[in-house]
C-alpha cells in the first residue's frame, strides 16, 4: 500500500541513550584521571648554605692545577710540583672540612696538566676527608 507506514522499515531518527551513555564514559574517565595527578610539594635538594644561618660555610673552594704542576687554593701555591703525598695541600683542606664538613671542593685542571698531578690532588683530597668533590 502507498503511503502506509510500517515500523519495521522506518527512519529510527536521533537517539539520545546511546549519548548519555558516552558523556558518561567521558566523564568518568576525566574523573579517574583527576584523583591520579600527583601535586608535587616538596623537591629533594639541598640549597647551598648552612641550615644554622652562619656565613661562608659551604662557599666552594677551588684548587686549580696549572700545567706545570704547580697547585694553587685561594691563590696560594701549595707544595712543589714534584711532591706526590702533597702535605700541605692536604692540611689545608683537612682544616677546611673540620671547621665545615660540607664544604665543596671544586678541582680545575687546566688542560695540559698531568692526569698524575690530577691523581695526587684527588689522593690529598680524599686523605683530607673532603665529600663535595667535582670538577669545573
Same mark, same amino acid.
Given at each position: 500500500?502507498?503511503?502506509?507506514?510500517?515500523?519495521?522499515?522506518?527512519?529510527?531518527?536521533?537517539?539520545? #541513550? $546511546?549519548?548519555?551513555? *558516552?558523556?558518561? @564514559? +567521558?566523564?568518568?574517565?576525566?574523573?579517574? &584521571?583527576?584523583?591520579?595527578?600527583?601535586?608535587?610539594?616538596?623537591?629533594?635538594?639541598?640549597?647551598?648554605?648552612?641550615?644554622?644561618? #652562619? $656565613?661562608?660555610?659551604? *662557599?666552594?673552594? @677551588? +684548587?686549580?692545577?696549572?700545567?706545570?704542576? &704547580?697547585?694553587?687554593?685561594?691563590?696560594?701555591?701549595?707544595?712543589?710540583?714534584?711532591?706526590?703525598?702533597?702535605?700541605?695541600?692536604?692540611?689545608?683542606?683537612?682544616?677546611?672540612?673540620?671547621?665545615?664538613?660540607?664544604?665543596?671542593?671544586?678541582?680545575?685542571?687546566?688542560?695540559?696538566?698531568?692526569?698524575?698531578?690530577?691523581?695526587?690532588?684527588?689522593?690529598?683530597?680524599?686523605?683530607?676527608?673532603?665529600?663535595?668533590?667535582?670538577?669545573?
Amino acid at each position: 500500500m502507498a503511503g502506509s507506514v510500517d515500523s519495521s522499515g522506518g527512519e529510527i531518527g536521533f537517539q539520545i #541513550a $546511546p549519548m548519555v551513555d *558516552v558523556v558518561f @564514559v +567521558i566523564m568518568l574517565f576525566f574523573m579517574a &584521571n583527576a584523583g591520579m595527578q600527583v601535586s608535587e610539594t616538596e623537591l629533594g635538594l639541598t640549597l647551598p648554605g648552612d641550615s644554622r644561618g #652562619a $656565613p661562608g660555610i659551604n *662557599v666552594p673552594q @677551588v +684548587i686549580s692545577i696549572q700545567s706545570d704542576g &704547580n697547585v694553587t687554593l685561594d691563590n696560594r701555591v701549595f707544595d712543589t710540583p714534584d711532591s706526590k703525598n702533597m702535605p700541605q695541600l692536604r692540611q689545608r683542606l683537612r682544616e677546611l672540612i673540620d671547621r665545615f664538613p660540607e664544604t665543596p671542593v671544586i678541582i680545575k685542571p687546566e688542560p695540559s696538566v698531568r692526569h698524575e698531578r690530577v691523581i695526587d690532588v684527588l689522593n690529598a683530597a680524599a686523605a683530607a676527608g673532603v665529600k663535595n668533590l667535582t670538577f669545573g
